[in-house]
T-cell receptor, first 113, second 111 residues
Framework: KAGVTQTPRYLIKTRGQQVTLSCSPISGHRSVSWYQQTPGQGLQFLFE?????QRNKGNFPGRFSGRQFSNSRSEMNVSTLELGDSALYLC???WGGGEYEQYFGPGTRLTVT | DAKTTQPPSMDCAEGRAANLPCNHS???????VYWYRQIHSQGPQYIIH???NNETNEMASLIITEDRKSSTLILPHATLRDTAVYYC????????????FGGGTRLMVKP
């Protein structure tokens, strides 16, 4: 069974630009969550989508947004990029509720210059 | 979710058992204990989870104390490939899939 895939794997953007990252969950999984990992803040939860609805949201500014499609694939968007947005962005998928484990993708490494 | 406390780092000799402790003294009755690990620059990998009974799978064993205030992850025969940061997370069953990661334990397996 294919794992969680994320595209692109690496990305370089300039401050002020916007970026869209994509995540394809494991087949059959309906929940997709996004995390940001930086050396200073560690792994931080961004948001979770379940059946195309945002179910949970972390403490990030409105520049960070996401959506989920009917096939459970998800995208996250960051507008007006700042240098501090440079991070590894991880996507995780799960069958559904909190009793299930999450499976993480390899991440997208975003560098903002 | 309950706060968890882990030692920042541990060493283990290759082939020996690695016992990673986690304190979750404020855990509530409907919170599971989850363990994930992250090998450098890769996405976190699920290891095991449990509610109150001890659990074992092909990767590890999870021992939860009777009062559920602490747990231990056991890697029975550590290899160099087990070198990673291990995260213990307490998560409420009905709280969706938001994982709150702490600092974790950096396990170094040495030959």
């Amino acid at each position: 069974k294919a794992g969680v895939t994320q595209t692109p794997r690496y990305l370089i953007k300039t401050r002020g630009q916007q970026v869209t990252l994509s995540c394809s969950p494991i087949s059959g999984h309906r929940s997709v969550s996004w995390y940001q990992q930086t050396p200073g803040q560690g792994l931080q939860f961004l948001f979770e989508y379940f059946s195309e609805t945002q179910r949970n949201k972390g403490n990030f500014p409105g520049r960070f947004s996401g959506r989920q499609f009917s096939n459970s694939r998800s995208e996250m968007n960051v507008s007006t990029l700042e240098l501090g947005d440079s991070a590894l962005y991880l996507c995780a998928s799960s069958w559904g509720g909190g009793e299930y484990e999450q499976y993480f993708g390899p991440g997208t490494r975003l560098t903002v210059t | 979710d309950a706060k968890t406390t882990q030692p920042p780092s541990m060493d283990c000799a290759e082939g020996r058992a690695a016992n990673l402790p986690c304190n979750h003294s404020t855990i509530s009755g409907n919170e599971y204990v989850y363990w994930y690990r992250q090998i450098h620059s890769q996405g976190p990998q699920y290891i095991i989870h449990g509610l109150k009974n001890n659990e074992t799978n092909e990767m590890a064993s999870l021992i939860i104390t009777e009062d559920r205030k602490s747990s231990t992850l056991i890697l029975p025969h550590a290899t160099l490939r087990d070198t990673a940061v291990y995260y213990c997370i307490a998560r409420e069953i009905n709280a969706g899939n938001m994982l709150t990661f702490g600092g974790g334990t950096r396990l170094m397996v040495k030959p």
